[in-house]
C-alpha cells in the first residue's frame, strides 16, 4: 500500500499504523507520542499528542477524514494522504493538547529527576505556551509508598497507561493501576502495596514523565551531567544489556537501551537496574550513540541518515533526499507570522 505523509511517499504492509508509517520515513514528519509505545500491545490512543490529518481517505474513498486522528491507532490505507508537521490544524491541535497535559502537570522540571529526558518537556519545548490560563487549583495527591525501587509523583502522571501495561504483560501480579475515574484517576496500588517483581523497574523507563522516577537515583545528578555507555552482563533473568549512565568511574543509574522514539529496546531485570551499580560487573560496550532528540542531547545528536544516492546509470552522486529537499527548501513557509507580522515584512526588519 502506498501511503503519503507531508507529500513523502512511502510503500508500506497492509497494517501498519499512520504513526508506524511516519516513524519509517523518520525526521519531521513523525508525530510526537506520550502514551503509544511499540514494544506495549494496545498501548497507543490515550493522550492525543500524535494527532494528524487525513486529507484524503484512500484510493477508494478520497473523502478527507472531517476530525483529526490519533496516528498511532489509526490504519495506513492505500492512497491515503496525511498531513502531520505541515498542516496548521495539527499544529494547533499539538499546542492545545500541549496546554491540557500541563493543566495539571506541576512545574517541577528543576526538581525532576526526569527532566532533560522527559517527553513531555520536549512536547512542551515545541508546542506549550510561555504562559497558563488555567487559574484554578492544580490536583494534589496524598504521596504513597509504592516500594523500594520506584518513587511515585502521582501529581505529574499523564495517565497514558504505560506503566500499567508493562506490569500487565511484563510481570505476574499487577498490584497497581489507575484507580477512580475522571478528574479523580490516579495510578495507585491496592491497599499500598509494594511494587515488588523482577521487571517492575520497567515502569520508570515507558513513564514519559517524571511520575515514576528510579529511587536508587533519585536526586544523584542532573541527566545531562551522566555520560550514557551501552553496557553488558551475563545476566539469567533478562538479556543483560543496558545503558549505564556514568559519572566520572561511578555507575550512578542503570537503564533500558532507548530508541530515537524513547522506547526502550528490550526490558531489562530489576537485578541489572537497582544492584548492579559497580563498573566491574559490567562490560562496557561504548558511548550511546543514538537517541532522541532531547533536552540532555543538544547539538550531541547522532541520527541514523540516510545513504548518499548514486545514480550507477550515470555514476552521478544524487546526495542524500533529505540533504536535497533542505537546499531546495520546499518546506519553507514564507507566510510565516511572528507576533502576528508577516516574517518577511519590513516591520520586523
Ligand atoms: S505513572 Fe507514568 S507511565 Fe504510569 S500512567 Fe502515569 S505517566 Fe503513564
Ligand atoms: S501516542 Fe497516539 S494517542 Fe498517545
Known sequence: MKVTIDG?????????????AARMIGGEVVPPAMCYHSKLKGSGGKCRCCLVEVAKGSEADPRPMPKLMASCVTGCQDGMEINSKSSPRVQEARKSVTEFLLI????????CDQAGECDLQNLSFEHGKSESRFIEEKRTFEPEDIGPNIQLHMNRCILCYRCVMVADQLTDNRVHGVMDRGDHSNISTCISKAIDNEFSGNMIDVCPVGALTDKTFRFKS???????????RDCPTCSGKTTVWMFGNEIQRVTGRKDEFHEVEEFICNGCRFDHKDVNDWVIEGPRAFEKDSVINQNNYVKKLETVVINTEETILLGREVDRKKISMAEIDYNEKIDGNPVNSTKNG
Open 8 to 20: 513523502q511517499a512511502i510503500e508500506v504492509e497492509p497494517g501498519t499504523t499512520i504513526l508506524q
Open 104 to 111: 495539571n502537570h506541576p512545574l517541577d522540571c528543576p526538581v
Open 222 to 232: 542532573r541527566v545531562w551531567f551522566n555520560k550514557p555507555y551501552d553496557a553488558h
